[in-house]
């Protein structure tokens, strides 16, 4: 019921937001726009026409830029939820471990000095995903010295290691040679969608919902992790390759996000926590209703971005950063991160 109910306002969610900007468009032309050029209905270039300039503003720039606030904020949120179980720690997200900021070393290496020789035109996400996954092995590295890892210890990692990809991020932005890209980079990095086009956004939109699939059946290993690798031991399950395999494929999805909308931080740490609040642990419900949740929550939080300011944007990572800090203050003066609500 649930699901069904966040699905409807998902959609719905997605269709107003389109109709809401600098210039505002009708719901009947969104509606009509989709439909006919979704599913290639006869008529389509009569109805495009008939439309005008809304057809462009619907199709070619909100409608691309919407899908991809969906996707970002499922994805992370998604993200947030495995990651929490793999560390056992809800404080736990890409922004807090510094996963991002290792996927946005890498994608800023790539943008401003250029692999395109080595990896081809996904020289920005394949080095945005390494850049995520060596930061989160050496987080978790790092937190393992001398003992297994404690929360304090994995957000203390997390901070180091985000430090150091953001010193080398910062780096290769002061000697960058191209003014024009620098700015771009700029803007890219306080989290913008900005740059959604049909082209970008469909290796994200697959990757994203493979991923989002997977770890919806992966419920039963999500649930053993909180239980602790003695508990999985006695049920025969091997709780280390299933981290190895998660750490992988939520790094790869941070990495894909980042390399297209940059730094969104707070909505991996925020969306789970609330859900988990409201419906508890478990997995089958958690990581479903969070991906949703976090993908309404990005559409709006959009809207914000391209509505706040007249004839400008606000960077997107600049909202959530704005919502989530706060969030995570209060988490740690009540001391209710706990996967029960409390420490």
């Known amino acids: 019921m649930i699901l069904a109910v966040l699905i409807v306002v998902l959609i719905f969610s997605i269709l107003i937001s389109i109709t809401l900007g600098q210039v505002d468009i009708k719901l009947s032309e969104v509606f009509k726009v989709l439909v006919y050029n979704i599913f290639k209905l ?7 026409k008939q439309v005008g300039m809304a057809y462009e503003i619907i199709w070619l720039i909100r409608f691309p830029r919407v899908l991809l606030s969906f996707i970002v904020g499922m994805g992370l949120s998604v993200v947030g939820v495995v990651m929490q179980s793999i560390v056992q720690n809800p404080l736990a997200d890409p922004y807090t471990l510094g996963i991002s900021s290792g996927a946005s070393l890498g994608a800023t290496f790539a943008i401003l000095i250029g692999v395109n020789g080595i990896f081809g035109p996904n020289s920005v996400g394949v080095m945005g995903f390494l850049g995520a996954f ?35 991020t910062s780096f290769i932005i002061y000697i960058a040679p191209n003014e024009q890209k620098l700015r771009s980079v700029t803007f890219w990095l306080m989290g913008s969608l900005a740059s959604a086009t049909w082209e970008n956004i469909l290796f994200p939109l697959v990757t994203t919902i493979v991923g989002v699939i997977y770890f919806i059946f992966q419920f039963r290993i999500l649930n053993l992790m909180l239980m602790g690798d003695e508990t999985a031991i006695t049920l025969g399950t091997d709780l280390n390759k299933h981290r190895m395999i998660y750490i992988l494929i939520t790094s790869f999805i941070t990495g894909v996000i980042v390399s297209v909308a940059g730094m969104v931080g707070f909505v991996g740490l925020m969306v789970p926590h609330v859900v988990r609040i409201i419906l508890g642990t478990d997995h089958k419900k958690l990581v479903p209703i969070s991906a949703l949740v976090g993908a309404i929550f990005l559409v709006w939080t959009d809207v914000m971005a391209r509505s706040l300011l007249p004839n400008a944007e606000m960077p997107i990572g600049i909202i959530t950063s704005i919502i989530g800090a706060p969030f995570f203050i209060c988490l740690m003066v009540k001391r209710v991160y706990g996967f029960g609500g409390s420490e």
């Open 134 to 168: 060596l930061a989160a092995m050496f987080v978790f590295g790092l937190a393992n010295i001398k003992g297994r890892a404690s929360s304090v210890k994995l957000i203390l990692s997390g901070l180091v290691i985000s430090t150091i990809c953001s010193s080398f």
């Open 42 to 48: 006869p008529g389509v270039e009569k109805v495009n």
